[in-house]
């Protein structure tokens, strides 16, 4: 029953906490592409644009909410809806610091591999339910796309498991904290495994380079295209929140979490968490689009075999290497 | 679907003809059909693909054009021969100091009347001007089609934006318009340049060299554009040839062929242009061709703007109202290179009233461009045929008239 309470009470905390941050983040994500541009970014509503992503949400909220004729009803509505749970859910096993955790689990990093595998489901039942070619393509896009990450995810993310000798993320970060980062020591299996897992998160939040199921020069505005309002908000939050959770998980998992000297554990985390969800954005706004095709080569030729020589690399060091563990 | 993908594995490698029906490789009707347009993002205006999909694999693409039809050619029949350059520079809207100077030139060919040497120098510079704005313009928008709107290709995008609008405050000091600029007159120009041009030109192509690198970076040295571009929509040589296609997307082809060269009009046939060519016939090949024709014609506006010679700049006598302008007969044809290719103005004089043209015709490149999509773009994938599309630069306003 307490744990019950525990995690309602921080489940609630961490929700709330992410959603805010997504405003801010929006905001500064605009600003930091308007710049990025050499132009101004949000500047009218609110001190220096600061109440734009509100009033972003107020007008989606606003519109009317169009159903396409002929559309698989159940999918469509179903899929915004399990986009935002899955893309929230992954937070739950996130420690913010050594006591802030919504449910500290012993299998914490599978949960999050697999809530994070489940977003497939969404991506297909909009690209399919919404009976619109574009959407179609980018659904088919998005499944394959999402087999094709996932098994370099999976193995990048099993290094610092292997490492550390847990599959419980807050005792990941102990493990670091009263060690080294993994994205620092080991170098060898540690670096190139952040690196897959930083790519793969990209690939799994649909960010450039690899927003290929949405890839809007492409395919319209791909899964989302026939969502309006509402529903079109969900799917837009739960692209945040899903970067914003990835980064929280590879600040946790690779970055040593709440590690760090001078100020309180919860600062350090949340300040990883932001350098990382800033990176992403730096990278949307410089880099250009990959194909469907050239993921999949990348993912399966490329970052496979490497992410195996880092799982043989880990054990390899946990086994012959004194005090590797 | 799958028994579609073994045929076209090997159409994917040796390509399919486009004048066969669709049925023919696809008896059953099981490939996607995807109406491609007219209203979509990355399609350069209203232009419309019908593509037959397998998967995400093109196996027949059929272009449709027409969205954008205006009737300026019928319409340029009625109207006097003064009154046709402002509806001409509508029709190239991303180059349209180039197309009234072909209209203009057609004119006086058909009038001769002489061009005074500074008003010819002046139109040069002029178009040298419009071709870097124009493929400024194209590199934005082809990189907004292979990075997004919410990307990294719209940050090339705003910062090409960026020179381009120095280059339209340029002719805004010499015309008053930014775009619609009636500047070019049977018999020279209608504005003479204004005091301290060649100064703020000259910054202006300055400041647009120096960032030349910056878009290198982020278009030619980045991996992503060129794992986007290289080997996706080759264009034969002879085929651009058959299809009639000039300009960048020719001379990406491997074929030697601008009219600045091989045809002076001008003042080129004083200045001495080197054409960038390439082999590869693919997307890379165009970028290539337009990074390189941006450069030359920074190298030949500058010679311009030093070598611009004194004197008039209109050869003919001055018009007071737009029925002055009569002819009673022949015909000409006068091609110019703009920055998409030849475009070409065929103009019969007489017919009903003496003060407007019995026919007129306007030769579009972008038209001829967007004719090779049948015949590049099977075996590509949908990513690619925006892509492709992106590289041939079409404008609908041109293609359409």
């Known amino acids: 029953m307490n744990g019950l309470v525990h995690g309602a009470v921080y489940g609630a905390v961490v929700i709330s906490a992410l959603l805010a941050t997504i405003a801010i983040g929006i905001w500064f994500e605009r600003k930091f592409a308007g710049r990025m541009q050499s132009r101004l970014g949000p500047t009218i509503v609110g001190p220096v644009g600061l109440f734009q992503p509100l009033a972003d949400v107020v007008k989606l909220l606003q519109k009317e909410d169009i159903v396409p004729k002929d559309a698989d009803r159940t999918l469509f509505d179903l899929a915004p809806i399990l986009a935002a749970l899955f893309s929230l859910g992954a937070a739950a096993v996130v420690p913010f610091s050594a006591t802030a955790i919504a449910a500290d689990l012993d299998i914490g990093v599978l949960w999050i591999l697999a809530i994070g595998a489940l977003m497939v489901v969404p991506t297909f039942a909009a690209g399919w339910g919404s009976n619109n070619k574009f959407a179609l393509i980018g659904g088919m896009r998005g499944v394959a796309q999402s087999i094709s990450y996932g098994v370099p995810l999976v193995l990048a993310v099993m290094v610092p498991v292997i490492l550390s000798g847990s599959m419980k993320v807050s005792a990941i970060v102990e493990w670091q904290h009263h060690h080294h980062w993994f994205a620092v020591w080991p170098v060898f299996p540690g670096l190139p495994a952040f690196v897959i897992f930083y790519l793969a998160m990209l690939a799994e939040a649909n960010r450039i380079p690899f927003d290929i199921p949405e890839a809007e020069s492409e395919l319209v505005a791909g899964i989302t295209t026939e969502y309006t309002g509402a529903k079109f908000v969900l799917f837009y939050m739960a692209e945040y929140v899903h970067t914003l959770v990835g980064s929280a998980v590879g600040a946790a998992l690779f970055l040593g979490g709440w590690d760090g000297p001078f100020a309180p554990g919860l600062h350090w985390m949340v300040l990883k968490t932001l350098l990382l969800f800033a990176s992403v954005y730096w990278v949307r706004w410089s880099l250009l689009r990959f194909r469907s095709d050239q993921l ?30 | 679907m799958s028994h579609a993908s073994g045929e076209l594995q090997s159409a994917r490698r040796v390509g399919i003809d486009p004048h066969l029906s669709i049925r023919h490789y696809d008896p059953e009707a099981d490939l996607m059909l995807l109406h491609f347009g007219p209203q979509h993002p990355s399609t350069h205006g209203v232009f419309r693909m019908d593509l037959h999909l397998d998967g995400e694999i093109i196996v027949k693409a059929t272009p449709f054009v027409g969205y954008l039809h205006r009737a300026v050619e019928k319409l340029c029949e009625k109207l006097t021969y003064v009154q046709q350059t402002p509806i001409v520079d509508k029709n190239d809207y991303v180059a349209p100091m180039t197309n009234e100077q072909a209209l203009n030139m057609a004119f006086e060919k058909l009038l001769n009347v002489e061009v005074p040497r500074r008003a010819k120098w002046m139109r040069t510079l002029l178009a040298e001007l ?272």
């Open chain 1, 296 to 325: 999949m080569e990348l993912c399966w030729k490329k970052l496979v075999p490497i992410g195996v020589l880092l799982v043989l690399a880990a054990a390899a060091w946990v086994q012959f290497v004194p005090g590797g563990r």
């Open chain 2, 130 to 401: 419009q071709r870097i704005a124009s493929h400024l313009l194209w590199l934005g928008t082809f990189t907004l089609d292979l990075g997004g709107a919410l990307g990294g290709g719209s940050t090339l995008f705003i910062h090409c934006f960026r020179e381009r609008e120095m280059i339209l405050d340029l002719f805004e000091d010499l015309t008053g318009s930014r775009f619609h600029y009636n500047t070019h007159t049977i018999g020279g120009n209608r504005h003479d340049l204004p005091a301290g041009f060649g100064e703020k030109a000259k910054k202006a192509l300055a400041v647009i060299e120096a960032r030349m690198p910056e878009y290198v970076d982020m278009s030619l040295g980045n991996g992503i554009f060129v794992a986007r571009t290289k080997g996706v929509g080759v264009l034969d040589g002879d085929l651009a040839l058959e299809l009639g296609i000039t300009g960048p997307v020719l001379r990406a082809s491997g074929i030697d062929h601008d009219l600045r060269r091989d045809a002076p009009y001008g003042a080129y046939d004083e200045l001495d242009v080197k054409v960038a060519v390439e082999s590869g016939g693919d997307c890379l090949a165009r970028a290539k061709v337009r990074f390189a024709e941006i450069t030359e014609s920074i190298r030949l506006c500058r010679a311009l703007i030093d070598g611009m010679p004194e004197g008039p700049i209109n050869g003919y006598k001055p018009i007071r109202q737009a029925t002055m302008v009569k002819v009673t007969g022949g015909q000409v044809y006068v091609g110019i290179e703009t920055p998409r290719g030849e475009l070409g103005t065929f103009v019969i004089g007489g017919g009903d009233t003496p003060t407007s043209p019995y026919r007129l015709k306007i030769r579009s490149p972008s038209l001829h461009a967007l004719s090779a999509i049948p015949y590049i773009m099977p075996g590509a994938t949908v990513s690619d045929a925006v892509a492709i599309l992106g590289s041939l630069d079409p404008i609908m306003g041109e293609v359409d008239r």
